[in-house]
């Protein structure tokens, strides 16, 4: 059974392999290279195909910005089925922007730093593995640096995305009380997902005019920071994007003194490690809920609902033992009953809830691989396991789907596109 899985996630892996040294993450539906799959898709390259790895990494660093910052699309090629494309996010606006490669204007969560790490605790020939890292460490101190420099406007070691689209959690709940805060115009657009995909499936049209709305006012800024943190209707302190800065924080001090030197690069992760993550256990703890939640900038207040995102601070090691275990309590409580696959990606005891709805309730592989290796850090192994082979079971059941039902029983359960990168390339590594 093993072996089986792995061979065909390994063909999910090199029928979404493209000429130019990338991979994208499902076709039709997502035709170009996108930040954080590209990271989760190296992890599983890692295990048959280093040099793919490489390349996976290779590509998306090449399209970093002068400034620093990685666009979460890279429009390497040319593809009809996605909207939108690189015509409406015109990165060209942008004057610190590639010159090389057309992209978006907003990122998504920061995994690079802890996947170069994972690539070498995965491959086989550490010193050729070392040798490629140390060619890319510094674009990625490099990002790090844009985010604490730009977008940490508080000064509190928390940075804030301006897109929902950033966050990689693309139509959740959390956003529906800023929709209602802005009046889009109704645009005229072609969308593309929904030929691909069941549009009960996928966000509202109305959900894409905010989406669109909030580019818009980026563009008219020409992409700049400090007028977007002015301006976007939309400004979040993100658990899961945070999280994802603070463990590649520190896969970034691990690689460094294992290279040697680097002193100034080495104090200065610690020191933005530090302060984040103070600023995280103080800004982002609801007490009454048990969980980490999000924060509106704009509102100056807390989004007080409980998401997968809520508890990827257990892979950055970032709550005390104590407070882990009131986060396990709350994740057990609300989303782990016997009827359920671990993890929804949304309170399943809300009204906001909904079990096929993409980012509103289904359960997303990748989440599941943060949450298993997260559990394991405070010692929970047994729910850590049960996360493992829940994932495993869904993809076996139903197939290499973007994202699944949680209610066991449930026929066709896996949604959105199928055949998709991280879900083959994650399951390789929760196999091995
Ligand atoms: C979109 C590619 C991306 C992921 C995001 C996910 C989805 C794209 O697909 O967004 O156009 O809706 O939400 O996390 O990176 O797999």
């Known amino acids: 059974m093993k072996e089986k899985l792995i061979s065909q996630a390994i063909r999910v892996l090199e029928d979404n392999f493209q000429e130019g040294g990338f991979t994208i993450p ?40 002068d400034n620093g910052f990685i666009p979460h699309i890279v429009f390497h090629n040319e593809s009809d089925t996605y909207f939108p494309g690189a015509d409406v996010h015109r990165s060209d606006l942008s004057p610190v922007a590639s010159k090389k490669y057309k992209s978006t204007g907003m990122t998504q969560p920061p995994v690079t730093g802890f996947v170069l790490e994972e690539m070498y605790r995965i491959a086989d020939d550490k010193e050729d593995m070392f040798a490629f890292i140390k060619t890319q460490i510094d674009k990625v101190y490099d990002n790090h640096n844009y985010f604490y420099k730009n977008r940490d406007v508080n000064d509190e070691g928390l940075v804030f995305i301006y897109h929902n689209w950033e966050s990689g959690t693309d139509n959740s709940p959390i956003w529906d009380d800023i929709w209602t805060t802005m009046n889009p115009p109704e645009y005229t657009f072609e969308r593309r997902d929904t030929t691909h995909v069941d549009a009960s499936q996928r966000p509202s049209k109305r959900e894409y005019d905010h989406y669109l709305y909030i580019i818009e006012i980026a563009k008219e800024n020409n992409y700049n920071d400090a007028k977007i943190a002015e301006l976007s209707p939309f400004l979040v302190i993100d658990p899961l994007f945070n999280a994802m800065l603070i463990k590649s924080n520190q896969a970034l001090i691990n690689l460094y003194i294992r290279i040697g030197g680097n002193e100034d690069k080495i104090a200065q992760l610690k020191k933005w490690q530090a302060k984040s993550i103070e600023g995280f ?12 939640v999000h924060y509106d900038l704009r509102k100056d207040a807390p989004i007080s609902f409980v998401t997968s995102s809520s508890f990827a601070p257990l892979y950055a090691n970032i709550p005390s033992q104590e407070r882990a275990d009131a986060l396990v309590h709350t994740m057990m409580t609300k989303f782990g009953g016997e009827d359920k696959y671990l993890c929804a990606s949304f309170d399943p005891e809300s009204d906001r809830f909904d079990p096929k709805k993409y980012w509103r309730g289904p359960v997303w592989i990748n989440m599941n691989w943060i ?7 405070y010692g929970y192994t047994d729910i850590a396991n049960r996360v493992k082979e829940d994932s495993i079971e869904l993809i076996e059941k139903y197939g290499f789907y973007e994202y699944f039902n949680c209610k066991k029983g449930t026929e066709n359960a896996g949604y959105g596109g199928g055949d998709f990168s991280w879900s083959a390339a994650l399951l390789i590594d929760l196999l091995n």
Request: include cysteine.
């Open 26 to 65: 499902c076709k039709g539906l997502y035709p170009f290279q996108w930040k954080w799959d590209s990271g989760f898709i190296a992890i599983g390259q890692a295990y048959y195909d280093a040099s793919k790895a490489k390349q996976e990494i290779a590509t998306l660093l090449d399209a970093q910005w």
């Open 281 to 292: 256990n103080s800004k982002l703890w609801d007490d009454k809920l048990g969980a980490y």
């Open 371 to 377: 949450l298993f290796y997260g559990l394991k850090n």
